[in-house]
């Protein structure tokens, strides 16, 4: 079945640095979703990335989908105490509705 | 967010007893999905349905019972639980063509 790869799972980052989280299909996606989720709190859905080599942009966090449709990435930059959390990717196949997650990245925030 | 409710927020049971989870969306979304978080895991699907009446399985769902009579409501049902259904249970709801909204959890522990 279908399988959604996240690197790296854990990440300190020093507050004010920049970092980037990966995230690998083993098959061509329809979309690919982003999420995050505070400690103690629900995923939240964050963006939705559809075509082939697509960037989209939200404040400090830049979202960007393969080319080939099976990976994507997420960069944050000057990153806040805020950012802490666990951030998942998430990818559709085609023909289903069902999201299939990754096992998220939990970022802790180094003040 | 505030569209989609999951009660209780918090349960403990017992081994062998039957719980039922709740949750409920105002915004008449045809798709709805529990999913349960485990350390390790990330979140796993354990049913789904497109639409009143039509409900299927997800990854996980042995053990586990759900029914969608109405279009808002999607309960689900641990037929006898178990220590190892122990774990975090998220309801969500998907807008056609869009990323999923989640409900805030129900934290249930098997003892």
């Known amino acids: 079945g279908q399988q959604v790869m996240q690197i790296p799972q854990y990440q300190h980052v020093q507050e004010g640095e920049d970092f980037t989280t990966y995230c690998n299909s083993s098959?061509?996606?329809?979309?690919i979703q982003w999420y995050k989720q505070r400690p103690g709190g629900h995923p939240v859905f964050l963006i939705q990335?559809?075509?082939?080599?697509e960037v989209k942009k939200q404040k400090r966090l830049t979202f960007q989908f393969g080319e080939a449709k099976k990976n994507s990435s997420l960069h944050i930059t000057a990153t806040q105490t805020t950012d802490v959390g666990t951030y998942f990717c998430?990818?559709?196949?085609?023909?289903?509705?069902?999201?299939?997650f990754g096992k998220g990245n939990q970022v802790v925030v180094i003040p | 967010d505030a569209g989609i409710t999951q009660s209780p927020r918090y349960k403990i049971t017992e081994t062998g007893r039957q719980v039922t989870l709740m949750c409920h969306q105002t915004?008449?979304?045809?798709?709805m999905f529990w999913y349960r978080q485990d350390l390790g895991h990330g979140l796993r699907l354990i049913y789904y349905?497109?639409?009143?009446?039509?409900?299927d399985k997800g990854e996980v769902p042995d053990g586990y019972v759900v029914s969608r009579s109405k279009t808002e409501n999607f309960p689900l049902t641990l037929e006898s639980a178990t220590r190892s259904q122990t774990s975090v249970y998220f309801c969500a709801s998907m807008r056609d063509d869009y990323g999923y909204t989640f409900g805030s959890g129900t934290r249930l522990t098997v003892v």
């Open positions: 998430a990818g559709l196949n085609y023909g289903n509705n069902r999201l299939a």
């Open positions: 098959t061509t996606l329809s979309n």
């Open positions: 915004w008449s979304h045809s798709y």
């Open positions: 349905s497109a639409a009143a009446d039509i409900t």
């Open positions: 990335l559809v075509k082939s080599g």
